[in-house]
């Protein structure tokens, strides 16, 4: 049983750009989670998805930050006009239920 | 405050040392308790998870969780140099009976020095 995938694993952007960070969950998973972790700092809560539903997005910036996890396909989070402080390491974590499980991390530099 | 408190450390044992760590936390719906460990540039991985209070065992790792001082514990038997990484705990509380967003400390840095 494969773990949780995330693609990129790196990923480079000017300012201005979007960025698309995606998971797959574990097989039989369907709640997924993204936490984003700064340098010297823990990983902070950003959104939690079920199929086809944000259920808690109390965590998400309120503007250019944006999340999917549609009926086929992996769950996207998708990052509107980077700024510099946008560079960190996002992981995702899916579920089935109650323990969480992490992904390897999509590591993004904003230049 | 932070919802939840780790001191980072870092923590510096001989092998084969027990290692104690430790998180103390301020929101008493918290129900579920799990511990992580996270190399360094990896993802975080799941080391033991607990519901409510009580100690549960595998292998060489032990987690206490005591709700009524709100404090959780990991201990690590016969550490060994592999054990060297940054510890995560990590809480949530309960939400139609699954778990919801977790809550992390900053992480406590262990290194087992040979």
């Known amino acids: 049983n494969a773990g949780v995938m995330q693609n990129p694993r790196h990923l480079v952007r000017r300012r201005g750009q979007e960025a698309r960070l995606r998971c797959s969950p574990m097989?039989?998973?369907?709640?997924v989670y993204w936490y984003r972790q700064l340098p010297e700092e823990g990983l902070k809560f950003m959104v939690y998805?079920?199929?086809?539903?944000?259920?808690?997005e109390s965590g998400m910036p309120k503007e250019r930050f944006s999340a999917e996890f549609p009926k086929e396909g992996p769950s996207i989070l998708r990052i509107q006009q980077v700024v510099r402080g946008d560079s960190a390491a996002y992981f995702c974590?899916?579920?089935?239920?109650?323990?969480?499980?992490f992904g390897p991390g999509t590591r993004l530099t904003v230049t | 405050q932070k919802e939840v408190e780790q001191d980072p450390g870092p923590l510096s044992v001989p092998e084969g040392a027990i290692v104690s760590l430790n998180c103390t936390y301020s929101?008493?719906?918290?129900?579920?308790f799990m511990w992580y460990r996270q190399y360094s540039r990896k993802g975080p991985e799941l080391l033991m998870y607990?519901?409510?209070?009580g100690n549960k065992e595998d292998g060489r790792f032990t987690a206490q969780v005591d709700k009524s001082s709100k404090y959780i514990s990991l201990f690590i038997r016969d550490s060994q140099p592999s054990d060297s990484a940054t510890y995560l705990c990590?809480?949530?509380?309960?939400?139609?009976?699954?778990?919801?967003?977790?809550?992390f400390g900053t992480g406590t840095r262990l290194q087992v020095t040979l």
């Open positions: 974590a899916s579920s089935p239920g109650k323990e969480q499980y």
């Open positions: 097989k039989g998973h369907s709640h």
């Open positions: 998805l079920q199929k086809e539903n944000i259920i808690d």
């Open positions: 929101n008493s719906a918290f129900q579920y």
């Open positions: 607990t519901y409510s209070s």
């Open positions: 990590a809480m949530s509380d309960e939400r139609a009976g699954t778990a919801s967003k977790l809550t």
